[in-house]
C-alpha cells in the first residue's frame, strides 16, 4: 500500500536560519498537502498541491511537488519562534478515493531564540 | 461557527470498558473522517464516511466500530477498550472539494488513556 515518508523527523533550528522537510511517497500521488500541528493543538490546514512541479509560497513559507508527483517539500526561510509546531504532510493517492490521505509521520520542528 | 466538535477531550477508561467518541460539524460537509495520533507515527485513519449513510475501514480500523449518525455527526464506538488504544483520536470533516483533494478540518481532539 501506499506510504508517504517524512524526513527528518526532528529538526532543531535557531531563530533566523532557513531548513526544510521533505516528504516522499512510495506511490504516485494525485495532490499533497501540508498542516502544521502547534504543541498540543490540532493539525490546521496549510497549503494543497496537485500539478507536476508545482510551486506555491506562503509568506516566509515555500512549498514545491514534485515532478513526478511522489514528493514535496517545504522550505521556511529566516524561522521564527511562532514556528514551531509538527508538519505533516498528506499524500492523496492517484487511484484512491473519498480523501484518505496518507500522513507522513511529521517534522517537529524546535525554534531557539 | 464551531467547525468540528469533539466531546469528551479527556477520557480514562480500565481495559474492556467500553465508550464512544462523538464528533459533530456544523460546515455542511459530506465526508468525516476518524484518526488516531501516536508519538513518531503521524495520524492514522480508523474509520471514514464519504456520505451521509456510507461508512469505510481506513488503515487501523480493528477495535472500533463507526456510526454516521446523519450529516452532521460521525461517532467511534471502543467495544472493548484495550491499552494499546491508548491515543488522541481526532475527528476531521471535508467539503466537495472533489472526492480526493479538498481541506481537512480537525476536532481539537479527544485524549484517550486505557489503563
Known amino acids: 500500500g501506499q506510504q508517504v515518508m517524512q524526513i527528518p523527523q526532528y529538526q532543531h533550528v535557531q531563530e533566523g536560519e532557513d531548513f526544510t522537510t521533505y516528504c516522499n511517497s512510495s506511490?504516485?500521488?494525485?495532490?499533497i498537502q501540508w498542516y502544521k500541528q502547534r504543541p498540543g493543538g490540532h493539525p490546521v490546514f496549510l497549503i494543497q498541491?496537485?500539478?507536476?512541479?508545482e510551486v506555491k509560497k506562503q509568506k516566509r513559507l515555500t512549498f514545491q511537488f514534485g515532478e513526478a508527483k511522489k514528493n514535496s517539500s517545504l522550505h521556511i526561510t529566516a524561522t521564527q519562534t511562532t514556528d514551531v509546531g509538527t508538519y505533516f504532510c498528506?499524500?492523496?493517492?492517484?487511484?484512491?478515493?473519498?480523501?484518505?490521505?496518507?500522513f507522513g509521520a511529521g517534522t517537529q520542528v524546535v525554534v531557539t531564540p | 461557527n464551531a467547525g468540528v466538535t469533539q466531546t469528551p477531550k479527556f477520557q480514562v477508561l480500565k481495559t474492556g470498558q467500553s465508550m464512544t467518541l462523538q464528533c459533530a460539524q456544523d460546515?455542511?460537509?459530506?465526508?468525516m473522517y476518524w484518526y488516531r495520533q501516536d508519538p513518531g507515527m503521524g495520524l492514522r485513519l480508523i474509520y471514514y464516511?464519504?456520505?451521509?449513510?456510507?461508512?469505510d475501514k481506513g488503515e487501523v480500523p480493528n477495535g472500533y466500530n463507526v456510526s454516521r449518525l446523519n450529516k452532521r455527526e460521525f461517532s467511534l464506538r471502543l467495544e472493548s477498550a484495550a491499552p494499546s488504544q491508548t491515543s488522541v483520536y481526532f475527528c476531521?470533516?471535508?467539503?466537495?472539494?472533489?472526492?480526493?483533494?479538498?481541506?481537512?478540518?480537525f476536532g481539537e481532539g479527544s485524549r484517550l488513556t486505557v489503563l
Open positions: 464516511s464519504a456520505s451521509e449513510g456510507t461508512t
Open positions: 476531521a470533516s471535508k467539503g466537495l472539494a472533489g472526492f480526493n483533494t479538498g481541506e481537512l478540518f
Open positions: 498528506a499524500g492523496g493517492a492517484a487511484t484512491d478515493s473519498w480523501g484518505k490521505f496518507q
Open positions: 498541491l496537485v500539478k507536476s512541479g
Open positions: 506511490t504516485t500521488l494525485s495532490n
Open positions: 460546515m455542511n460537509h459530506n465526508s
